[in-house]
């Protein structure tokens, strides 16, 4: 099946920094891509859709400013965490269309903010 | 807006043992619903699908039906193996056939199956 990678896998990092975080279609070219976020026992709550060569589209509720979603190719998006605090640490999940309601997800990023 | 419910977990069960996971929704429209399967370190996995009422998706020996009279779409296995043992989403989405959309995801059921 298709594969899209995920990296880091975990970060740390000081209060006030920013954090990227990488998205990638190994096998397969995805125009759109999602990210999502996962607190502890609770389920994954979609944060934003990526759309290649345009500016994402942010779910009510999330700030834009604060993470940041570039999709600059067919198989590549990025999520910055801007100016991180502690309240931001959580786990977080991208998925890559491959076709009609077909997404395949990547493992997972855990943040933790000091 | 659209929610999933799932029952919480976790569930332990004997190997041979049958398997029922309740997931009801709440939705407008005809959403297309969804069985993901997570193993430990990995991404979630598309275990099967179903784009309309009385749809029935299977896959590995799983089957759930989408019964829009009581909004759900519970997941079964006639009998698990230990290797069944992972976290199981319920999903949702806002539409029913073509084109892409971010999904509304249940809790997640910890299976476990004990030999």
């Known amino acids: 099946g298709a594969v899209v990678s995920q990296h880091p896998s975990w970060v740390i990092c000081k209060s006030g920094t920013s954090v990227k975080i990488e998205c990638r279609s190994l096998?397969?070219?995805?125009?759109?891509m999602f990210w999502y976020r996962q607190f502890p026992k609770q389920s994954l709550m979609l944060m934003a859709t990526?759309?290649?060569?345009?500016?994402?589209?942010?779910e009510q509720g999330v700030e834009k400013d604060k993470f940041l979603i570039n999709h600059a190719s067919l198989t590549l998006s990025t999520l910055t965490v801007t100016s991180a605090h502690p309240e931001d640490s959580s786990f977080y999940i991208c998925?890559?269309?491959?076709?009609?309601?077909?997404?395949?997800f990547g493992a997972g990023t855990r943040l933790s903010v000091l | 807006g659209n929610s999933v419910t799932q029952m919480e977990g976790p569930v332990t069960l004997s190997e041979e043992a049958f398997l029922t996971i309740n997931c009801t929704y709440t939705?407008?429209?005809?959403?297309?619903l969804f069985w993901y399967v997570q193993y430990p370190g990995e991404g979630l996995q598309l275990l099967l699908k179903a784009t309309k009422a009385d749809d029935k998706g299977s896959n590995k020996g799983f089957e759930a039906t989408y019964r829009k009279e009581t909004t759900s779409f519970h997941l079964e296995k006639g009998s698990v193996q230990v290797s069944d043992s992972a976290v199981y989403f319920c999903a949702l989405s806002r539409y029913s056939g073509g084109g892409a959309d971010g999904l509304t995801f249940g809790k997640g059921t910890h299976l476990i199956i004990q030999p």
């Open positions: 990526s759309n290649e060569g345009s500016k994402a589209t942010y």
């Open positions: 998925s890559a269309v491959a076709g009609p309601n077909i997404q395949y």
């Open positions: 096998d397969f070219q995805a125009t759109t």
């Open positions: 939705a407008t429209g005809y959403p297309s």
